[in-house]
């Protein structure tokens, strides 16, 4: 069975700094990969995704993330954060299929520090 | 327009109501779910609906029923909820035609609240 995995429950960066957020997926084909972002009571925001192809990808924001096959990773980067990404950040696999699941991950709460 | 609407934003309600959620887009999206997500925890697919047909039902008890009346339109019902049903209810809509479409678009919720 497909599922996902955020080792990490909270970060705290500071402003300026960079951020990696880690994603382990596991599933026996190659999945979709998604990363979102979701602000207290509101909706999921889609930051990127991955399909196939470049194994880096580029998203809205700012942020990027490499898919790595032999690591079965997704991680989510940023180089220099801003006050505004503090929030939820959740990593999400699906599968080829019409009426596919798409299954997410705990979760990342991210802080920024001043 | 890119957006999933849902109504009510916020609802309160008791155990012996009966209401209903709504969710709407007009992407000509043929998928539709919905989610129920707790506070500070990840959302939980409930139901997926494709072509208007229900597909995917993840052992939801029977107090929620859902449909989907057109290919705009999806609702959840509600009734004789319990005060562990509080939460924010999250509609997505996603196309079907191609890997390029596997985006979901999310609506902002219905932060639900069962007395």
């Known amino acids: 069975a497909q599922s996902v995995t955020q080792p990490d429950i909270h970060i705290t960066v500071s402003e300026g700094a960079s951020l990696e957020l880690r994603c382990n997926y596991s599933y026996g084909a190659t999945p979709y990969l998604f990363w979102y972002v979701q602000s207290p009571g509101q909706g999921l925001q889609l930051l990127l995704k991955y399909f196939s192809g470049d194994t880096l990808v580029q998203g809205i924001k700012g942020f990027e993330a490499e898919f790595k096959r032999s690591q079965s990773s997704f991680n989510l980067r940023k180089p220099s954060v801003h006050w505004s990404d503090a929030a939820e950040y959740f990593c999400?696999?699906?599968?080829?299929?019409?009426?596919?699941?798409?299954?997410f991950g705990s979760g990342t709460r991210l802080s920024i520090r001043p | 327009d890119t957006e999933v609407t849902q109504t009510p934003k916020h609802l309160v309600m008791g155990m012996t109501n009966k209401k209903s959620l709504k969710c709407e887009q007009h992407?000509?999206?043929?998928?539709m779910y919905w989610y129920k997500q707790k506070a500070k925890k990840p959302p939980e697919l409930m139901f997926v609906?494709?072509?208007?047909?229900?597909?995917i039902n993840e052992s939801v008890p029977s107090r929620f029923s859902p449909e989907c009346p057109n290919s705009s339109l999806l609702n959840l019902h509600l009734h004789a909820l319990q005060p562990e049903d509080s939460a924010l209810y999250l509609c997505?809509?996603?196309?079907?035609?191609?890997?390029?479409?596997?985006?979901?678009?999310f609506g902002s919720g219905t932060q639900l609240s069962v007395l």
């Open positions: 992407m000509g999206h043929r998928a």
């Open positions: 999400a696999v699906g599968m080829y299929s019409s009426a596919s699941k798409i299954i």
């Open positions: 997505a809509s996603r196309g079907v035609s191609g890997a390029t479409n596997e985006k979901l678009f």
């Open positions: 609906y494709s072509y208007e047909k229900l597909s």
